[in-house]
Nanobody
């Protein structure tokens, strides 16, 4: 059974930090790039970051560049999202998904096989 399980979401003050984890199982971790997406209330889902662990390639949406860092531990089949200098506008449910890619126009998107986790809530207070 394919599973992507997110953890690490919390309530934090603006300027603070969190590290999210995405534990993957049921598929070959190296076969897919894994990404982080978020959805705030009343807004469309947004691609945040994407990592191709095999080729050591990372992508970020512009609003998080310089603040967020994506990484992976292939031995643990886990992808992390280190989030620093958090802002209230980062408040959202964060999901991990596979496989991620960069679409035309630069947006981070999900393609087949379209695996998703259930999400973890990040709330940043002002």
């Amino acid at each position: 059974e394919v599973q992507l399980v997110e953890s690490g979401g919390d309530l934090v003050q603006a300027g603070g930090s969190l590290r999210l984890s995405c534990a993957a199982s049921g598929f070959t971790f190296d076969d897919y790039a894994i990404g982080w997406f978020r959805q705030a209330p009343g807004k469309e889902r947004e691609g945040v970051s994407c990592i191709d662990s095999t080729h050591h390639i990372t992508y970020y949406t512009d609003s998080v560049k310089g603040r967020f860092t994506i990484s992976s531990d292939r031995a643990k089949n886990t992808v992390y999202l280190q989030m620093n200098s958090l802002k209230p506008e980062d408040t959202a449910v964060y999901y991990c998904a596979a496989e991620c890619t960069v679409a035309s126009g630069g947006a981070i998107a999900v393609v087949w096989p379209d695996y998703w986790g259930r999400g973890t809530q990040v709330t940043v207070s002002s």
